[in-house]
């Protein structure tokens, strides 16, 4: 804003999911003024952010990423011991197929700071004899499963504490970005209202394009592909069988998996099942035209998944759930900040376990002079 001029807050986040109520939580923990808008009621299910299960994944070859990694798993036990409540459990996650060379994986996450093991096909079933396995097994016993619906109202809840001030079903409808900082109109459902603050967040996911066409400004962002995907929870054999998080990387070349739509991950739910899904191949769509409904050819392929793969649940006992993701031409997230407005988009379905690492980039961006 200009010398003297009053405004609202320091800083506005638009976008209430897991990013952005990380990037708040971060700001606010650094003393400074920010509202963070969310859209829709909390704990709503219409984005990318919501449910019970998400895998803390650590087998990543990339340096940054393992790096990212470190920090997320001290930053996870940070906002676990802040708010109390249980975020991260450590099952561990198995990652076997044909698509990756195991032993390469194992070195590159070993050099980042994390165990490994490597494990027969015959050792591995005896261990986990919920899968079927055809080729060497990596185990990462410090991976594990971060609870999502939790994960954000937890973020939300300390950045409320710390200062922030949180509106639900509050969106943006219009907006103006100057050098002197940023005004936006907020329709909500009590009345509308103007805001104003020196800089802005956009973390609005599937929306993003949106939001920044309502705040007229033109960003050179990489292409972002929003598509619904439908992960399906599987009833168990066994209540009681012990589920890792898994990740499953098909070849061209094996005919086992090389009918595969993607890789497939998944993990033990609590009380929901077993979950298994593909990786970013559902339709395209607008979020606010989505249908909720399964795509029936996507569900058929991950029942013969199930039944091919998974002989611990019973394949044709299977509930769908559907989430979106918006997701770059390389997966890899975008970071940027463009004068007043910093931008955090394209998490490309991978991105949830970052979360407090993205949200303390952003901040890092957001309060850069």
Same mark, same amino acid.
């Given at each position: 804003?200009?010398?003297?001029?009053?405004?609202?807050?320091?800083?506005?986040?638009? !976008?209430? /999911?897991?990013?952005? +109520? %990380?990037? *708040?939580?971060?700001?606010? @923990?650094? =003393?400074?003024?920010?509202? &963070? $808008?969310?859209?829709?009621?909390?704990?709503?299910?219409?984005?990318?952010?919501?449910?019970?299960?998400?895998?803390?994944?650590?087998?990543?070859?990339?340096?940054?990423?393992?790096?990212?990694?470190?920090?997320?798993?001290?930053?996870?036990?940070?906002?676990?011991?802040?708010?109390?409540?249980?975020?991260?459990?450590?099952?561990?996650?198995?990652?076997? !197929?044909? /698509?990756?060379?195991? +032993? %390469?994986? *194992?070195?590159?996450?070993? @050099?980042? =700071?994390?165990?490994?093991? &490597? $494990?027969?096909?015959?050792?591995?079933?005896?261990?986990?004899?919920?899968?079927?396995?055809?080729?060497?097994?990596?185990?990462?016993?410090?991976?594990?499963?971060?609870?999502?619906?939790?994960?954000?109202?937890?973020?939300?809840?300390?950045?409320?504490?710390?200062?922030?001030?949180?509106?639900?079903?509050?969106?943006?409808?219009?907006?103006?970005?100057?050098?002197? /900082?940023?005004?936006?109109?907020?329709?909500?459902?009590?009345?509308?209202?103007?805001?104003?603050?020196?800089?802005?967040?956009?973390?609005?996911?599937?929306?993003?394009?949106?939001?920044?066409?309502?705040?007229?400004?033109?960003?050179?962002?990489?292409?972002?592909?929003?598509?619904?995907?439908?992960?399906?929870?599987?009833?168990?054999?066994?209540?009681?069988?012990?589920?890792?998080?898994?990740?499953?990387?098909?070849?061209?070349?094996?005919?086992?998996?090389?009918?595969?739509?993607? /890789?497939?991950?998944?993990?033990?739910?609590?009380?929901?099942?077993?979950?298994?899904?593909?990786?970013?191949?559902?339709?395209?769509?607008?979020?606010?035209?989505?249908?909720?409904?399964?795509?029936?050819?996507?569900?058929?392929?991950?029942?013969?998944?199930?039944?091919?793969?998974?002989?611990?649940?019973?394949?044709?006992?299977?509930?769908?759930?559907?989430?979106?993701?918006?997701?770059?031409?390389?997966?890899?997230?975008?970071?940027?900040?463009?004068?007043?407005?910093?931008?955090?988009?394209?998490?490309?379905?991978?991105?949830?376990?970052?979360?407090?690492?993205?949200?303390?980039?952003?901040?890092?961006?957001?309060?850069?002079?």
């Amino acid at each position: 804003m200009s010398a003297g001029a009053t405004r609202d807050a320091e800083v506005i986040v638009v !976008g209430g /999911g897991v990013m952005g +109520a %990380a990037t *708040a939580w971060q700001l606010a @923990a650094r =003393g400074v003024e920010v509202v &963070l $808008l969310e859209r829709f009621e909390r704990g709503h299910r219409r984005g990318a952010s919501h449910g019970a299960s998400r895998n803390f994944n650590v087998g990543y070859e990339d340096p940054r990423h393992l790096s990212w990694l470190r920090e997320a798993d001290r930053l996870w036990g940070e906002i676990e011991a802040v708010s109390g409540e249980p975020l991260l459990t450590r099952t561990g996650i198995v990652n076997h !197929g044909p /698509g990756r060379d195991y +032993a %390469a994986v *194992a070195a590159a996450v070993s @050099a980042g =700071g994390f165990a490994t093991e &490597l $494990l027969g096909a015959a050792e591995a079933g005896v261990r986990w004899p919920g899968f079927r396995f055809a080729g060497p097994v990596l185990y990462t016993p410090d991976a594990g499963r971060l609870h999502a619906d939790r994960a954000v109202a937890a973020f939300t809840d300390v950045a409320w504490d710390a200062g922030a001030r949180i509106r639900y079903s509050s969106a943006v409808s219009t907006g103006r970005v100057s050098d002197d /900082g940023v005004r936006v109109q907020v329709r909500s459902a009590d009345a509308d209202e103007t805001l104003t603050a020196d800089r802005i967040v956009v973390t609005a996911g599937a929306w993003t394009v949106d939001v920044l066409a309502a705040l007229g400004v033109r960003i050179p962002l990489p292409p972002l592909r929003v598509t619904q995907e439908q992960p399906a929870h599987f009833v168990p054999e066994d209540d009681d069988a012990l589920w890792p998080g898994f990740n499953h990387s098909p070849a061209a070349d094996d005919p086992a998996t090389a009918w595969f739509l993607s /890789g497939v991950y998944g993990m033990g739910t609590p009380g929901e099942g077993v979950k298994a899904g593909w990786h970013g191949v559902g339709p395209e769509v607008h979020p606010d035209r989505r249908t909720y409904q399964p795509d029936p050819a996507l569900t058929a392929a991950i029942r013969r998944y199930a039944h091919e793969w998974l002989p611990g649940v019973v394949s044709q006992d299977a509930s769908e759930i559907t989430c979106t993701y918006t997701s770059t031409p390389d997966s890899s997230f975008f970071l940027e900040r463009f004068g007043p407005v910093t931008i955090g988009a394209g998490f490309s379905g991978h991105g949830f376990k970052f979360a407090p690492v993205i949200g303390r980039i952003l901040a890092d961006l957001v309060t850069t002079p």
